[in-house]
Every structure is written in structure tokens, then in C-alpha cells.
């Protein structure tokens, strides 16, 4: 007779659904109150806000998420076991339903009493967070979310919006209108044609006939718990690498920090498939993941994110600083990090918008290597970036043309990958080589090419290219507060020494009669990383001289936290 099977603490199911012990246990009840459940209270219910951390001392509990079916069973909890997954981090709306089903005893925390308890205790602090992690990624694998996505792989909306879904770590349902027989049914009840997609259903009841990024965003309540009213330490506009590090230290740092997102965390660098040159993953980590594990990190410490939302401008005469955001609201911040990073640069080719999501892309992830499978396809662009996305695709593509303007990679690409790509026997190099032009119907057909050094122009039956090449800095916004270069790029440090100096003391920006760019007003020199406005700083891709690695933004990031402490210590 064998032995009953023990199920292991590294399993997986285990570290989603632990069991705490008396001692843990003990450890919790100072910080909450005890509270009697009877079979059938619901505890929590979707979109609930603020929900409150329960352990079972007692009883059992049901966790269940309510769809268009009606209920699909996520998860059950006993004794020793708790509620949560990260939207009792990140302040969103709840996800689920938590229903008694035996009555018992609970140990009721609030979120701010749970954030104190991660804060102090660093073992329940990597349980929870741990199986929070887990839990979403189960949600997210098994399409178990509060949306319903009804969309084709042929629209350009359908791709923005699963992307943004995704590299936000929602969880959701897709659903495929040109494969799906029964979604016919769906779309008849909720009365929509076809001209209204993509569709998305939110918390199986909201019908959004093809909603923008921020619709979806208001739709799932992303920023619902955020007092725009707040006047405070920190915030840090841009979510890519040195955003999210400047997030993560400022937070653990104990300052009160706002980060503010326009569309997906991570930058460039979360659309990328790979990156193996980072310190630490010896196996490579993708960006959307290092990404997810930044924004974890920032939020159990205390960090808060608006998505879907881009600043205006920002209001520079007097601290503490205004930014008036694209609805026109108002925050206000003593300090501020800039991070909103650089874009690739459209090509000028005729009709490019037009194909943009139907066969032209600015990110190579699994969502746009879906597409292309088994096909040929273009890579524009000799950077790492560019390098990433075409080993990258050459795993599922028939074949990968790479055409680098230069006559060769290794001027702006990490070695391993020059490597890489001349021994793929997928990708083909095409060097002084650009796309010139592009037709197609509805969707990207053929694509024109020129060999410079030939001069010859040819024509490929090519449905998609990648483009990435060039980068200019989204600094638009800032123009008239800071100073720039002549291409944009925030000047900050030792760079603002060829900036004409204004009177000692006057906080409002002057402007040099050289430039036209704002001066650095008062006695002291700017420190390294703080622009031509006290008290803001630039950090990654959109400052001038950067170096264009995600491990030296993320140095940035958190050495530009040293530098907030200081000026905030003059305030």
C-alpha cells in the first residue's frame, strides 16, 4: 500500500494556496479584529474597492468569479488559509467573489492595517506576495478575468487593447469573432454589429463598443481610489525601467509617491520578447515580466499608479509644481521625476498610419509574433531592440529580413546578439537598406525596398514589418519649463553649464537669448540628474546623454531618489 501523496511546498498550488501556521497566525491578529462569518455572507464582491484581507481561523470560504454562464469556481480556502491576490496591492477593483460556506471565525484586516503587516513582517510579507503573484498569473493563464474581449486578429484596435490588457496583468477573456461560431449569440444580445468592434464586456454587465485605451481603463476602475487632491512628495510621470526603479526606492524610502502611466508599464523595453544582458537573469527575462515584478515591488510598498492617462503640461512658476493631465485635471507634486523615455521614429513613407496595427508595429511580443507565424516579415533597425525582436521572430516567422540603414550592427548592438543574428540561419541582413514603400487594402501586402549601395528598389510580397529604429523623446509637453537640446532631450547636471544663469533666487524660469531654453535659477549648481527647474529630474531615454541599457535606467531611477530626498530637504 503506498503512501498518501504530500503535497510539496515548492508545488505551485501550494505557494498560491498556503496554509499559515498558529505562530503566522498570531503574528496577524494584533493588527485586525475577529470577525464571525455565518454560511452565505459574501465577504467581497467584483468591483468592490478597499477590500479588507481575511484569514480563516474557522469555517470555509468559496471563491468564485460571476460571468455570463453564471459562476466558475476559482478557489476554496479552509482554516490557516487567506483572500487576496494583487489587486489588494495595487488598490484596483476587486476581481472575484468571496463567499462563506461554513460558518467560522476570520481574522478581518483593512488594506492599510495589510500594507503595514508586508511592511514590518518580512516572512508573511514574501507568503502573501508570493501567492498574490501566483494567483493573478493563474487568472491570467486560465483567461479568468472580469472582461470579455470580442475582437479580431485583423483589427488594429483589438491588438492595442489586448496589449494593454496584458502588460498591465489583467486578467481577461478573449474571444476570436473569425473563429468563434458562437460568439454570434453574444454580440446579438448585447444588439452590436460588426462595425462596433472590438467589443468588451466589463464585469459581466458594461458594454463598450470599440472604447479607447482610457475608456477601458474608467470601465475597470484603474484609478478610481486615487485622490487626485493629494498634494504630494513625489511624482514620476513615465513607467518604463528608470520610472519604475525611481518608484520602487522612493516608496521604500517611505516618500508619497504618484506614478503615472499613459498606456502599458515598461517602455520600450516591455515590449521586448528578451533581454539577456541584464544583471541577474542568466536565462534572459522579458520585459513585460520585469515590468510586472517592478510594479509588485513599487505597490507593496506603498506606491500608487495611474494608468491610461498622459500629463499636458506642467506648470512650472511656483512649488509645489502642477501637471495637467489629458482630462484636464490637476495634480500637484513637490518634486517630480521625468521618465516618459523616447518613441521609435516613423519612417516618411506615404500611407504608414493607415497600416499601423494591420502589419506595421513598433513591439515584437507573442501577441504580434501570433500574427506573422510561418510567414516572411521585416525588422527595421540595427539596435538591441531591433536585434531582440528578429531572434525573436525568427522562431516562428518563415524568414526574418533585417534592414539596418548603417553597413553594419555592431555600432549600436551588444555583442552576443551580432552573434546571434549572423548564425540564425532565419535572418537574412540586408545592410544600407530601408523600406521606401508600402501598399495594401485594409491590411499591409507589399512593402518596397532600396539597397543604397546599389541603388536598386525591389518589391516584396510582405504583410509585416517591425519597426524600430530612431528614437525621439516625448519632451513636448515640457517645452518652455526645461531646458533641451536641439533634438529634445532634457539637459540635466553638468550639461545645464552652457545655460545662461538668471538672477540668484528667482524660481521662475528664464529664458537664455541664445536658445530660448530656461535657465537654472537659483545659488547652488543643479545636481546630476535635475534639470533646469529645481526639484524635477530626468532619468532614462529622455535625458540627454543617456545610455541606452535598461540596467543603467534603472541606475538612474534609483539614484535620482537620493537626489528628490535633498531638494525636498530645502523645501
Not at 17 to 31: G, K, N
Not at 388 to 406: D, E, I, N, P, Y
Not at 523 to 542: C, I, K, N, Y
Request: proline share 5%; hydrophobic share 40%.
Amino acid at each position: 500500500m503506498s503512501s498518501p501523496l504530500i503535497p510539496s511546498a515548492l508545488d505551485a498550488r501550494t505557494q498560491a494556496f498556503p496554509v499559515l501556521t498558529a505562530a503566522q497566525i498570531a503574528r496577524i491578529r494584533p493588527l485586525g479584529k475577529l470577525r464571525p462569518a455565518a454560511a452565505g455572507d459574501i465577504l467581497f464582491k467584483p468591483d468592490d474597492t478597499n477590500v479588507p484581507f481575511f484569514v480563516l481561523l474557522s469555517g470555509n470560504m468559496e471563491i468564485v468569479q460571476p460571468s455570463l454562464a453564471g459562476e466558475r469556481m476559482v478557489a476554496t480556502h479552509g482554516p490557516g488559509g487567506f483572500t487576496g491576490e494583487m489587486t489588494m496591492i495595487s488598490g484596483h477593483r476587486c476581481l472575484v467573489l468571496g463567499r462563506v460556506t461554513e460558518p467560522g471565525e476570520f481574522v478581518e484586516l483593512t488594506p492599510d492595517a495589510f500594507r503595514s503587516l508586508v511592511g514590518k513582517d518580512a516572512e508573511l510579507s514574501e507568503i502573501t506576495m508570493r501567492a498574490f503573484i501566483l494567483r493573478r498569473l493563474a487568472l491570467i493563464s486560465s483567461g479568468e478575468g472580469n472582461v470579455i474581449l470580442m475582437g479580431s486578429l485583423h483589427s488594429a484596435q483589438t491588438l492595442r487593447l489586448r496589449e494593454f490588457l496584458s502588460r498591465n496583468g489583467h486578467p481577461y477573456t478573449y474571444i476570436d469573432l473569425d473563429t468563434d461560431k458562437t460568439s454570434q449569440d453574444l454580440l446579438d444580445r448585447f444588439r452590436v454589429t460588426l462595425d462596433d468592434i472590438p467589443i468588451v464586456v466589463c464585469n459581466a454587465r458594461s458594454v463598450l463598443r470599440n472604447p479607447s485605451i482610457r475608456e477601458l481603463a474608467e470601465c475597470l476602475g484603474f484609478n478610481s481610489t486615487i485622490d487626485e487632491s493629494q498634494v504630494r512628495d513625489l511624482i514620476i510621470v513615465g513607467a518604463g525601467p528608470s520610472g519604475l526603479a525611481a518608484a520602487v526606492y522612493a516608496a521604500s524610502e517611505g516618500l508619497d509617491v504618484l506614478l503615472i502611466e499613459s498606456c502599458s508599464p515598461g517602455g520600450q523595453a516591455g515590449s521586448s520578447s528578451k533581454i539577456e544582458n541584464y544583471l541577474g537573469f542568466p536565462m534572459g527575462v522579458s520585459g513585460q515580466e520585469l515590468a510586472a515584478r517592478a510594479i509588485a515591488q513599487a505597490e507593496k510598498f506603498g506606491a500608487r499608479m495611474m494608468i491610461a492617462h498622459s500629463v499636458d503640461r506642467l506648470g512650472c512658476t511656483k512649488r509645489p509644481y502642477k501637471l495637467v493631465l489629458d482630462n484636464g485635471n490637476v495634480l500637484a507634486a513637490r518634486s517630480i521625476v521625468i521618465s516618459t523615455g523616447a518613441q521609435y521614429n516613423k519612417p516618411r513613407i506615404d500611407g504608414i498610419e493607415k497600416f499601423e496595427g494591420q502589419g506595421i508595429y513598433y513591439g515584437a511580443t507573442f501577441m504580434e509574433a501570433q500574427l506573422c507565424e510561418k510567414e516572411e516579415l521585416i525588422v527595421v533597425g540595427g539596435g538591441n531592440s531591433a536585434g531582440q525582436a528578429a531572434v525573436f521572430l525568427s522562431q516562428t516567422a518563415s524568414k526574418v529580413h533585417m534592414l539596418v540603414r548603417s553597413h553594419q550592427l555592431s555600432d549600436t548592438m551588444s555583442r552576443y546578439l551580432v552573434r546571434r543574428i549572423e548564425e540564425n540561419p532565419a535572418i537574412e541582413l540586408h545592410y544600407k537598406t530601408e523600406v521606401v514603400a508600402i501598399e495594401g487594402d485594409s491590411h499591409l501586402e507589399r512593402i518596397t525596398w532600396l539597397d543604397k549601395s546599389s541603388g536598386e528598389k525591389s518589391v516584396h510580397d510582405i504583410r509585416h514589418v517591425f519597426i524600430m529604429a530612431g528614437a525621439s523623446p516625448r519632451t513636448a509637453w515640457l517645452k518652455g519649463c526645461l531646458a533641451m537640446d536641439d533634438k529634445g532631450f532634457i539637459l540635466t547636471g553638468r550639461d545645464l553649464d552652457a545655460v545662461k544663469p538668471t538672477a540668484p533666487g528667482e524660481l521662475t524660469p528664464a529664458l537664455n537669448a541664445a536658445d530660448g531654453n530656461p535657465a537654472w535659477p537659483l545659488d547652488r549648481r543643479p545636481q546630476m540628474l535635475e534639470t533646469s527647474l529645481p526639484g524635477v529630474f530626468a532619468v532614462g531615454d529622455v535625458r540627454a546623454g543617456n545610455v541606452k541599457r535598461v540596467a543603467a535606467a534603472v541606475g538612474e531611477g534609483a539614484i535620482a531618489i537620493s537626489l528628490v530626498h535633498r531638494t525636498l530637504a530645502e523645501l
